[in-house]
């Protein structure tokens, strides 16, 4: 009898360890841009770099990247066809895939400089009418951002000057080399180029006017899965629950604007006071 329980401990031990070791040898292959900050990069510089980190280190998986660039990535290409398993920044409720909650929240945001003490919060403010504004070129590729809609509402479409979409910095270092007098952008770029410059340069969240009930200018952003996998996205919302400070300063280290998330009572950074 004594040998037998010897024997079933020793399998039951060796079951642990073997169980132990395939959960740390597990990878989260992620699906993300080569040359995209302040995003990912694939020298891992970009902040969805370092929160695809936090959360292969809560899972205590490792992580293996299949790079794509932006502009030719499709769903059909990476996650169905199972060259990778989840993107770690996709808009929430995002058709094509399947999305976790929300992990965070931002907004487009003006970008000036500060000592113009523009204090610019809507497109309703009449310091626009006699400025330069900035904004990302899509027309031709796809529908213009909310804030061109909203200027074009209000007779501004002759002020606006468009710049690539796919070199964010250089529309923030207009605005820091006094070419332009406002740059109007997603609130990531717009906070992460703006702690780059010599100029100092405010930033702060777009708000709706009256006459922009159409429009949207705040998004949440959560993590995409492949439709259909609820046990990778169930695991992903736990990981995202245990990991929300350290994701939180990640984003604060990258200057990304923050707003509150439906319902969320967590330390988002204040909309209001960011720079």
């Not at 809560?58 to 990778?84: E, V």
């Not at 965070?104 to 009418?129: C, E, M, Q, T």
């Not at 159409?214 to 959560?222: E, K, P, V």
Request: glycine share 8%.
């Amino acid at each position: 009898m004594k040998s037998r329980r010897l024997v079933l401990l020793c399998v039951l031990v060796l079951t642990g360890a073997l169980a132990t070791a395939g959960a740390a040898g597990q990878e989260l292959r992620v699906c993300a841009d080569p040359d995209n900050l302040p995003f990912s990069n694939d020298r891992f510089e970009g902040f969805e770099n370092k929160i695809a980190e936090v959360i292969g280190n809560d899972l205590h998986a490792s992580l293996r990247y299949a790079w794509f660039p932006q502009s030719r990535m499709s769903i059909r290409d990476t996650l169905n066809a199972g060259k990778c398993d989840v993107i770690v920044g996709a808009p929430a409720e995002w058709s094509p895939v399947l999305t976790t909650r929300p992990y965070y929240a931002s907004s487009y945001v003006f970008v000036y400089p500060k000592n113009k003490h523009l204090n610019l919060s809507s497109f309703d403010d009449p310091a626009l009418r006699s400025l330069k504004i900035g904004l990302p070129a899509i027309a031709g590729e796809g529908a213009n951002p909310p804030p061109a809609y909203a200027l074009a509402r209000r007779g501004l479409n002759g002020n606006v000057v468009g710049f690539s979409m796919f070199q964010p910095a250089e529309i923030i270092q207009a605005v820091a080399a006094g070419k332009i007098d406002v740059a109007i952008v997603w609130g990531p770029l717009g906070g992460y180029f703006a702690t780059r410059q010599s100029t100092p340069l405010a930033v702060t969240p777009v708000a709706a006017g009256d006459d922009d009930s159409s429009l949207r200018f705040t998004y949440d952003i959560s993590m995409g899965v492949r439709r259909g996998d609820t046990a990778l996205k169930e695991r992903l919302e736990r990981a995202l629950d245990r990991s929300q400070k350290h994701i939180l300063k990640v984003l604060q280290d990258y200057g990304v604007p923050v707003v509150a998330l439906p319902g969320d009572d967590s330390d988002s950074i204040p909309a209001k006071s960011i720079y």
